[in-house]
């Protein structure tokens, strides 16, 4: 029976777990926010992309990226670069000295489209480059580091440096890339005007659906045999290899799976927003990221998701009430949840608030705890078991 338990997709807690987010996202947030905190609500939720594929990567798998701002940024470059050229037309373009290309291209003198931008005149392509440019980057830099076995801090620097070159890259390439400006003034998506309300509405819903295939894409992998060997890689990872199990290979695959999370994310920010430049790029959003899942909950899917909101909510109440003062508060919200609660809201709900529930509801009488080291992906933090 514990075994079943353990093997299945949700338990009965997860399910009402993840049940009570899709009311918050799909319900409470759209009925109780006017069209603009939606809009910023949605752009929050983005950001969650990037801490759902952290918390596999960090929590489950203890590989902790401080460059997951990269392929948060790829993404939104992808998606920006379409929306760019759709909105370059001869017409729109007519009062540039060669009309047709980007803007930012004509200011800095530059005469034909790069044969780079051509591909993504094409939506599916986009869409495509949207996944496939993280994860073949992520690929990359997982190879190079993982099959040398780098890990631990050194791979946290490492990341750390890669942000840092590709916004050097970004700002330095300004006649290709729009420079420290980004790139702006998008306007359609195949036709569609997506800068009404009405859009943003919609774009936010296409937001929260695709969460929630992240979600259930994450909680596959956790309730999957490769979630176990990341839990056994953390912990022990030479025991790991000594048993026969390629850990280099399954650290490429969550670092890859995670890039793939930040692309999306990356892409629907720049839908929602408008824009992408390379502010979100490098190492402060790639840091303010990591801050997101431990807020939450490293090893929690749903508390990386609610640790977004929190702290993104938090900065934009502090910065709008507060503005002098708005990073100390922010500062001192992050050092407060890490200190009393190391596994955040997640560790907080399921160490404070639930077992005083259970109690309460119990007449008195605490339930015990489950067994299962696993048994709220959701919410629910897992237990190291006791030294023998």
């Not at 942000?163 to 998506?189: H, M, P, S, W, Y």
Request: aromatic content about 14%; charged content about 15%.
């Amino acid at each position: 029976m514990q075994t079943d338990r353990k093997n299945r997709f949700l338990t009965r807690e997860e399910a009402v777990y993840f049940a009570i987010l899709a009311a918050v996202v799909f319900l409470i947030l759209p009925l109780a926010l006017d069209p603009f905190r939606l809009n910023l609500f949605g752009k929050y939720l983005t950001y969650a992309f990037v801490a759902i594929g952290l918390v596999l990567c960090w929590g489950a798998g203890g590989i902790l990226s401080l460059g997951q701002g990269v392929f948060f940024g790829l993404g939104g470059y992808c998606m920006a670069m379409f929306l760019k050229l759709e909105a370059s037309t001869p017409e729109n373009t007519a009062i540039q000295s060669t009309p047709g290309i980007p803007d930012f291209m004509d200011w800095n003198q530059i005469t034909a489209l790069p044969w780079w931008w051509e591909p993504f005149h094409s939506l599916f392509f986009s869409l495509l480059a949207v996944v496939v440019v993280p994860v073949v980057f992520a690929f990359i830099v997982g190879v190079a580091m993982f099959r040398r076995r780098v890990g631990g801090v050194y791979f946290a620097i490492i990341t750390q440096a890669i942000a840092a070159i590709l916004t050097i890259l970004i700002i330095g390439q300004q006649g290709f890339t729009g420079g420290v400006n980004g790139i702006t003034d998008l306007r359609t998506l195949n036709g569609w005007d997506i800068r009404t309300d009405e859009a943003k509405t919609a774009l936010y819903f296409v937001n929260g659906a695709l969460l929630f295939a992240c979600l259930f894409a994450a909680q596959y992998v956790r309730r999957s045999k490769l979630g176990r060997l990341l839990i056994a890689m953390r912990d022990q990872e030479d025991r790991v290899r000594f048993s026969g199990y390629d850990v280099a290979s399954f650290k490429i695959f969550v670092f890859c799976l995670g890039a793939a999370f930040a692309g999306i994310g990356g892409a629907m920010f720049t839908l929602q927003v408008g824009f992408m430049s390379p502010t979100l790029v490098g190492i402060v959003p790639s840091i303010e990221m990591v801050i997101f899942a431990a807020v939450g909950g490293r090893l929690s899917i749903l508390g990386a998701v609610y640790g977004t909101l929190l702290v993104n909510w938090a900065k934009t109440t502090f910065s709008e009430s507060f503005p002098e003062l708005w990073l100390l508060g922010l500062g001192a919200l992050f050092i407060a949840v890490v200190m009393t609660f190391p596994n955040g809201l997640a560790g907080l709900w399921s160490e404070q608030i639930m077992p005083r529930a259970r109690k309460l509801f119990a007449g008195g009488t605490a339930r015990p705890a489950p067994a299962s080291p696993d048994t709220a992906a959701g919410l629910t933090q897992p237990r190291k078991a006791a030294a023998e």
